[in-house]
């Protein structure tokens, strides 16, 4: 199978391009509001989306879909952003992380209860394996903290995980660009009505927050989204793409290392080889373990 025919490759894009936002948002909230960042943000990402739309000549959605439209952008890009921003002001980067590592274990739940989509037992546990691995990572490394930013971190971390119940449904009638594009815009024009001060804002910022907000409007926001679309379009089920998130904040970290020259503390090469191994598991467990099995390697 080719690399492009295959959901990992998009999956492993997004998260990266995701983990990248992670550190961009928190040098961005160091000037401009939460709830005028993420309008911005996918302010800009809505200006090259409707210039991708045109170009493709791309129609226009069908009315009944609508609902499923509004559904996606107002969880995924409305209420994730706009809780999400505000929670990341007032708790710890390892609250961050643990709390938004929950999304992908909500979303395997929800999507039992309403698409039937069932995992098998190894699969659970390397989920349990996955959220231990984050655990170690951040928590070990960091203070937990509890206050409203981390109610605000639990209601994004909801709002995500029932917008890929959303995705999942419009991808069943759209390619992966429509589906996130018009998403995107109606979640777009939601913060809009919210956000009082965002043009002042970007009119005074200086210019390294400019192209702080240009990263973030173009390859977190317009590009991550389609991507992360199209690994849901290949996928033959949803908790194999959402699974992927558990290693965001351990990308997260090796990053901050790069860009930062931060230090690698022994929790996150731990966490990190615990939450691989998860991945590992999750994906390759089954076929891993029966093959031993039938070798008489494992019993």
Do not use: C
Not at 17 to 42: D, E, I, K, P
Not at 83 to 95: D, L, M, Q, Y
Not at 223 to 231: F, H, I, M, Q
Not at 245 to 261: C, E, K, N
Request: aromatic share 14%; no cysteine; proline share 3%.
């Amino acid at each position: 199978m080719k690399l492009r025919d295959s959901f990992h490759t998009y999956a492993v894009i997004t998260v990266l391009l995701w983990s990248l936002s992670y550190v961009f948002t928190r040098l961005a909230l160091r000037y401009f509001s939460s709830v005028n960042l993420g309008f911005l943000r996918f302010g800009i990402a809505s200006v090259a989306l409707i210039a991708g739309l045109v170009a493709t000549k791309t129609p226009l959605p069908a009315l009944r879909d609508l609902p499923w439209f509004f559904g996606k952008g107002i969880t995924s890009f409305f209420l994730y952003m706009m809780a999400f921003n505000r929670g990341s002001k007032t708790v710890s980067a390892a609250t961050i992380s643990v709390i938004i590592s929950t999304s992908p274990i909500l979303t395997a739940l929800l999507v039992r209860i309403f698409y039937k989509e069932k995992l098998k037992t190894l699969q659970y546990v390397a989920i349990g394996i996955e959220f231990l691995g984050v655990f170690i990572l951040t928590a070990l490394n960091g203070i937990l903290t509890v206050n409203t930013g981390a109610l605000w971190l639990v209601l994004a971390s909801f709002s995500g995980a029932v917008s890929n119940l959303f995705l999942r449904k419009l991808l069943q009638r759209y390619k992966a660009f429509p589906a996130t594009a018009y998403s995107i815009l109606i979640g777009t024009v939601f913060m809009g009505i919210f956000s009082r001060g965002a043009i002042g804002e970007l009119r005074n910022a200086p210019g390294n927050q400019i192209v702080i907000l240009l990263v973030l409007g173009l390859l977190p926001s317009a590009v991550a989204y389609v991507t992360w679309s199209e690994a849901f379009k290949k996928a033959k089920t949803t908790t194999s793409v959402t699974n992927y998130l558990f290693t965001t904040p351990f990308i997260t970290a090796l990053l901050g290392l790069v860009a930062a020259g931060e230090r690698l503390e022994s929790s996150t090469i731990i966490g990190g080889i615990v939450i691989l191994a998860g991945m590992f598991v999750f994906h390759y467990g089954e076929k891993f373990f029966h093959k031993k099995a039938g070798n008489g390697k494992i019993l």
